[in-house]
């Protein structure tokens, strides 16, 4: 192998674990949301995608950069998170799966409707963000907005597995979602915590589509360009637990750029499919799933 | 047989013979391509049904099928110049086909995740015909317009005929649930769906009645896919392989009602009404306002009918013969 292909692949590796840790970020917030209270949500791209427009209205109408309105665009996404949780996800609780799979799936497509209504489907992009232009480090070049972004997945990811091990709220959190009855009996209001749940998943999905934000474009529909990787990563890292979701996350980056390029980016998606079937098939728990 | 049943085989026969004689009476063409629209729309969504409703399995990928339909009849039409009638049964075999393999391993899945395996598979197909040149790939195929009549299912005149075509294929696919339903494996299916675990201790095999589900659902769901060719005679992966369509289809049987025989059609006369009325009103480009009314009435559906309309038809049903004090009738029968 010349070193140019060498340097190429290492560059791609490197890009693979800048996105994979984006991914992770998104899929953090789907498992704890399944983890707690078993329900896939479907809408979890229209989080992302709530976030990434909060980012551009705060840039476009008040030249705030995306990173210092991160906390707000945060803060408004938990907000949003719990707001769903309690008009629609409180109520079908009980219900059969299907309606589960449905309500949020209706969700998913009434956000992007309204995202549409409201903000026109054209493709957007943050207007002069603060971080820009790339760096050069070991020979390899950066995308300094990418850079920015994984290293504040990582921190918010961190973050996440902090509070959820180490704080007394966290531990609330994790109780219910190991055993919600027992929880229950401890004392744990799991009302509470499904409600915090919501907040939190949708909170790390607004984060991430403000780190995204200053180099992805943004449209109503882009939360379908995250929403099944986000699955795959769920899945492959065991649903709920948060540890996998990290490590799962950089795994199908990697796969994702290394299938696009040894065997063409067309096929890349279909080579992070097959390893969420081959996942679902052979090891459905996933890497560090509860059994 | 009671009053409500006659009344209700009455009302049947009639929808079946207003059916007949519609484009007889109603010749304008918008208005024959929208119960065309309706029909279509039913006949996937009883297809689905029997996977989906009476087996319990919810497949988010029957794109796949309808794809393999579309896909199989128009390359042998285009191609070898095949009667799509001949290639309307094999799309089906072949989907059953596929539909077996996909089934076998994805059926020891539960829930979530058998919903999910099949969204990924029909994404996987997606993105594989989209790259597959011998199909055209993302440019799509044109089917020959030089067969024009029965013989090689292309009416370039009048729409009619495709009328009577989906009507059959619906009436095909009600006829197959129907006995489905009615047969021992019927019975099966709801043990399945009801209660997994009591029914494999009964020594059912699950598998192999899931697998049957799999099978007939698939053919019908690519015999529409060929039928839809066959009308637009134009197909890409962006109009028979779309994740969003594997979406629609499951709703048809969603909101008109999961597991009940006429549930899908009334669905299907639903949605269609309410895309096609949002599209006249407000327009169809860019303006998200069919997408917004389409989202609110499934959430809505979900938190407060999980039953679909033939659910709550079914409760008013219960009600007024529990009210004339006649037998009570189990859940699950609805209109």
Redesign the interface.
């Known amino acids: 192998m010349t070193h140019l292909t060498m340097t190429m692949l290492a560059q791609t590796i490197v890009s693979g674990l800048m996105i994979g840790l984006i991914y992770a970020l998104i899929a953090v917030g789907l498992t704890l949301i399944f983890g707690v209270m078993d329900i896939?949500n479907f809408a979890h791209g229209e989080f992302l995608m709530l976030g990434m427009y909060a980012s551009f209205w705060g840039a476009s109408l008040f030249f705030l950069d995306p990173l210092f309105t991160l906390p707000l665009t945060a803060l408004m996404l938990f907000a949003v998170g719990v707001l769903v949780y309690r008009l629609?996800i409180r109520?079908?609780l009980a219900?059969?799966?299907?309606?589960?799979?449905?309500?949020t799936?209706?969700?998913?497509?009434?956000?992007?409707?309204?995202?549409?209504?409201l903000w026109?489907?054209d493709h957007r992009t943050v207007p002069h963000a603060l971080v820009e232009g790339k760096i050069t480090l070991f020979g390899l070049q950066l995308g300094t907005p990418q850079l920015t972004a994984s290293l504040g997945a990582v921190l918010v990811t961190g973050g996440l597995w902090w509070f959820l091990n180490r704080t007394r709220l966290g531990t609330a959190l994790e109780a219910t979602s190991i055993d919600r009855e027992a929880a229950t009996l401890m004392g744990i209001n799991s009302e509470r915590m499904f409600a915090l749940a919501w907040g939190i998943g949708a909170a790390c999905a607004g984060i991430a589509g403000a780190l995204l934000s200053t180099y992805f474009p943004i449209f109503?529909e882009v939360g379908a360009d995250f929403i099944?990787v986000a699955?795959?990563v769920v899945?492959l890292g065991g649903f709920g637990s948060v540890a996998g979701a990290f490590w799962a996350g950089i795994i199908v980056g990697e796969v994702e750029v290394l299938g696009g390029f040894f065997v063409g980016p067309?096929?890349k998606?279909?080579l992070v499919?097959?390893l969420?079937?081959l996942v679902?098939?052979f090891r459905?728990r996933g890497l560090m799933g509860k059994a | 047989m009671d009053r409500l049943t006659l009344v209700k085989r009455i009302l049947g026969l009639a929808v079946l013979i207003v059916a007949l004689g519609f484009p007889l009476i109603v010749t304008q063409p918008t208005m024959v391509n929208f119960a065309i629209l309706i029909l279509m729309a039913a006949q996937l969504g009883v297809a689905w049904n029997i996977l989906?409703g009476y087996a319990g399995q919810?497949s988010?990928g029957h794109a796949v099928f309808y794809g393999i339909g579309a896909y199989t009849s128009s390359v042998l039409a285009a191609k070898f110049g095949l009667s799509p009638w001949l290639g309307m049964l094999a799309g089906g075999a072949i989907a059953s086909g596929f539909a077996l393999l996909i089934g076998w391993?994805?059926f020891?899945?539960k829930?979530?995740?058998f919903?999910?395996?099949t969204?990924?598979?029909a994404?996987?197909v997606e993105?594989?015909v989209?790259?597959w040149d011998y199909v055209e790939g993302a440019i799509g195929i044109y089917l020959p317009m030089t067969n024009s009549g029965w013989a090689g299912m292309v009416f370039t005149r009048s729409k009619t005929p495709y009328f009577y075509i989906a009507l059959g294929l619906l009436l095909l696919s009600l006829l197959v649930s129907r006995i489905l339903q009615k047969s021992y494996i019927g019975y099966y299916f709801r043990a399945i769906k009801e209660d997994p675990d009591a029914a494999r201790s009964l020594g059912i095999n699950l598998a192999r009645y899931k697998l049957v589900a799999i099978a007939a659902s698939a053919f019908l769901t690519a015999m529409g896919g060929t039928l839809y060719a066959q009308k637009e005679l134009f197909i890409d992966p962006g109009s028979v392989l779309a994740g969003s369509l594997s979406?629609k289809i499951?709703?048809i049987a969603?909101l008109g009602g999961?597991g009940t025989l006429f549930g899908p059609v009334v669905g299907a006369l639903v949605l269609i009404a309410i895309e096609e009325f949002t599209r006249q009103i407000f327009g169809s480009t860019?303006?998200?306002?069919?997408?917004?009314?389409?989202?609110?009435?499934?959430?809505?559906?979900?938190?407060f009918s999980?039953g679909g309309i033939a659910g709550l038809l079914g409760e008013w049903e219960r009600a007024w013969r529990a009210r004339r004090k006649l037998v009570y009738t189990p859940p699950g029968d609805g209109i």
């Open positions: 896939v629609v109520r079908i219900a059969p799966m299907l309606s589960q799979i449905f309500a799936f209706g969700m998913m497509i009434l956000l992007r409707g309204l995202a549409q209504f026109k489907p109503p099944l699955f795959v899945v067309a096929y998606n279909a499919l097959s969420f079937l679902l098939l459905p | 989906g919810v988010l391993p994805c020891r899945l829930g979530h995740y919903a999910m395996a969204l990924a598979i994404a996987i993105v594989l989209t790259n979406i499951a709703l969603i999961v860019g303006m998200g306002t069919d997408m917004i009314i389409y989202g609110g009435i499934i959430v809505i559906i979900a938190m999980p």
